[in-house]
């Protein structure tokens, strides 16, 4: 179990939360309510005989929190799950959470907001654990592709949103704890496809999805163009352009598979494959470049 301990006093993150008796919760947490609450009620019936109830709402409150965190209703640990790509610093800072807080100062809403501002993190959740213990759980986004936009490369996640708008500012991330990059290959960008195209984010999922069905083929592609907002061309490893159609993809993808498999297709002087007119056949375009090469 990985451990991050936070600097002064505030609180440390554990991965995982440890397994804790069942009856220990509810007895620890209904004794020390009772014992709250009385003594909260008699504090307000003080303050009200007294005449000063009306100008004392916050100072009650602040009473009240801080009454409760000597009762034990303060923060002593938290437990974060689900984080692998998230910087850890990052993850402490949007918590802002401190040993010896009174528990019942942290809104899970307004936490769990703040944490999902994080570049990785797409969902998370937060929850007060009485009587001293916070946990957090992280959904954090999943690399789909680069971006090339601007002369900058994009880092987007399966919904198309964008993780980071400048690869280049991620440079490093692998030196950190959990963010192994031999143990990671996502975090190795460079291996990741290229998208190119103003929408082509929005339409990537469902493409990649597409093209997964013929693995072999899929492996060889490296790039995507979204063109005139209705249709891909692929980048294969050696260069070749595959000309997508707007319509029957499928069938149009499994064509190209069974001629690359039966006809080695794609060894052949080729520069562009254009599979947009014909159901049942295709169009080259020979590569004049890798014709020399063979008559020599």
Not at 62 to 82: I, K, N, P
Not at 90 to 117: C, H, K, N, S, Y
Not at 195 to 223: I, K, M, N, Y
């Amino acid at each position: 179990m990985r451990r991050m301990t936070l600097a002064g006093r505030r609180a440390r993150i554990y991965l995982r939360r440890p397994p804790r008796p069942r009856w220990w919760q509810p007895a620890i947490f209904g004794g020390g309510l009772a014992l709250a609450l009385s003594v909260v009620g008699g504090l307000g019936f003080w303050l009200g005989s007294a005449g000063v109830a009306v100008h004392a709402g916050s100072a009650l409150n602040d009473h009240v929190l801080a009454l409760s965190a000597r009762l034990g209703f303060a923060v002593r640990e938290v437990y974060a799950d689900g984080r692998v790509r998230t910087d850890p610093e990052a993850l402490r800072t949007q918590l802002g959470i401190a040993v010896g807080q009174p528990i019942l100062t942290i809104d899970p809403t307004i936490t769990r907001l703040r944490l999902e501002q994080l570049p990785w993190v797409e969902r998370a959740s937060v929850e007060r654990m009485l009587p001293d213990r916070v946990q957090v759980r992280l959904i954090e986004r999943q690399p789909l592709a680069l971006w090339q936009r601007a002369g900058r490369f994009a880092l987007i996640d399966r919904g198309g949103e964008v993780i980071a708008p400048d690869v280049a500012a991620l440079d490093g991330m692998g030196e950190g704890p959990g963010l192994d990059p031999e143990a990671d290959p996502a975090i190795r960008w460079g291996q990741l496809r290229v998208l190119v195209g103003d929408q082509a984010p929005r339409h990537a999922a469902r493409l990649f999805a597409l093209l997964s069905t013929e693995p072999e083929l899929w492996a060889r592609v490296a790039a995507a163009t979204w063109v005139g907002d209705r249709r891909w061309t692929l980048r294969l490893d050696n260069r070749i352009d595959v000309l997508m159609p707007e319509q029957g993809m499928l069938r149009a993808w499994r064509l190209l598979a069974e001629k690359a498999r039966e006809d080695a297709l794609l060894e052949r002087a080729v520069s562009v494959i254009d599979l947009r007119f014909l159901p049942d056949r295709l169009r080259l375009r020979l590569d004049p470049e890798a014709l020399q090469d063979t008559k020599a």
